[in-house]
């Protein structure tokens, strides 16, 4: 995760259609974070270096205790709805659990209530 420092605002979506929508068709405040309903464990915090860029997201999966965060994959979001609808459905599946690349991270998630306001969505 190259933004360490940023604090996210969690939005939930209904379904992974509609995460996988939101990730190829829309371009998203750099504190911009997403979780599926039914799935809290799984979270994607937006880690693009610019809004205006290719949208790249740090995807990770909460742990059961307060700040457990370990980042499963990094991924930039293009325009194949269908591509990132597979990779979702993995995630949320469990498949990137074990994977040899993850790693645990400190990140600030808070609600749109606690976010309020910052630079990145000002």
């Known amino acids: 995760m190259l933004h360490a420092d940023r604090v996210w605002c969690v ?30 464990r799984y979270i994607w ?8 860029g290719l949208q790249e997201f740090a995807v990770c999966r909460l742990g059961l205790a307060k700040g457990d965060i370990r980042q499963l994959e990094s991924i930039t979001f293009g325009q194949c709805e ?20 993850a790693r645990n991270i400190t990140a600030v998630i808070q609600t749109r209530e606690q976010h309020g306001r910052c630079e990145h969505c000002a």
């Open 11 to 40: 939005a939930e979506v209904g379904s992974a259609e509609e995460l996988a929508k939101n990730l190829t068709e829309k371009r998203w405040f750099c504190c911009q974070a997403f979780q599926v309903a039914g799935h809290p």
């Open 45 to 52: 915090l937006n880690d693009s270096t610019s809004p205006t």
């Open 82 to 101: 269908e591509s990132a609808l597979k990779f979702i459905r993995a995630t949320l599946n469990g498949e990137d659990d074990d994977n040899e690349w």
